[in-house]
Antibody, heavy 115, light 108 residues
Framework: QVQLQESGPGLVKPSETLSLTCTVSGDSISHYYWSWIRQSPGKGLEWIGFIHYSGIANYNPSLRGRVIISLDTSNSQFSLKLSSMTAADTAVYYC?????????WGQGTLVTVSS | EIVLTQSPGTLSLSPGERATLSCRASQSVSDNYFAWFQQKRGQAPRLLIYGVSSRATGIPDRFSGSGSGTDFTLTISRLEPDDFAMYYCAHYGASPRTFGQGTKVDIK
């Protein structure tokens, strides 16, 4: 059974960069697409972007160049960096496998943006 | 970007009743890359249906999906107590992937 686990800070200051890591177990990270999705009360579920095991990444244009997703196959991890954080970025962040659609999700981690 | 609009916003039904949830896309969804998810409070979404009508592993057959092009439906044939939750549609065939705003199925 595939398992995903997010890790990172729960609190980020405005204008700082959020860094989250997802650790994948139970399957090889060297397949599939690996996505980040977030959920806030005001905006529902929002796809942030994905990275393919080949290294190709694709991002939501709504994030206007603030996002980078990277892959570390040696540690079975993929990561999210989101810069210039504001209160509007407060959300639960999920890491997700995309094969049969978004078929396996992490439990999610709440990130609050506040000074 | 494909905008997904779900209706109704809330569906109030009793256990044993049939639930019909709709999702309309602003443009045609390519290659049937369309899915439905269930989410309970405090939990991550769970994949129910992918490819418009294929049930994900472990999903009971009372859940079924149908549709094509821009109009899609999730049907729960006989609601069980565990089915009262939020439901979201999504497409994943193009970027950006997008989700509907959700339909809440609650107990009447």
């Amino acid at each position: 059974q595939v398992q995903l686990q997010e890790s990172g800070p729960g609190l980020v200051k405005p204008s700082e960069t959020l860094s989250l890591t997802c650790t994948v177990s139970g399957d090889s990270i060297s397949h599939y697409y690996w996505s980040w999705i977030r959920q806030s009360p005001g905006k529902g579920l929002e796809w942030i972007g994905f990275i393919h095991y080949s290294g190709i990444a694709n991002y939501n244009p709504s994030l206007r160049g603030r996002v980078i997703i990277s892959l570390d196959t040696s540690n079975s991890q993929f990561s999210l960096k989101l810069s210039s954080m504001t209160a509007a970025d407060t959300a639960v962040y999920y890491c997700v496998r995309e094969y049969y659609s978004f078929d396996f999700w992490g439990q999610g981690t709440l990130v609050t943006v506040s000074s | 970007e494909i905008v997904l609009t779900q209706s109704p916003g809330t569906l109030s039904l009793s256990p044993g009743e049939r639930a019909t949830l709709s999702c309309r896309a602003s443009q045609s969804v390519s290659d049937n890359y369309f899915a439905w998810f269930q989410q309970k409070r405090g939990q991550a979404p769970r994949l129910l249906i992918y490819g418009v009508s294929s049930r994900a592993t472990g999903i009971p057959d009372r859940f079924s999906g149908s549709g094509s092009g821009t109009d899609f439906t999730l049907t729960i044939s006989r609601l069980e107590p565990d089915d009262f939750a939020m439901y979201y549609c999504a497409h994943y065939g193009a970027s950006p992937r997008t989700f509907g705003q959700g339909t809440k199925v609650d107990i009447k």
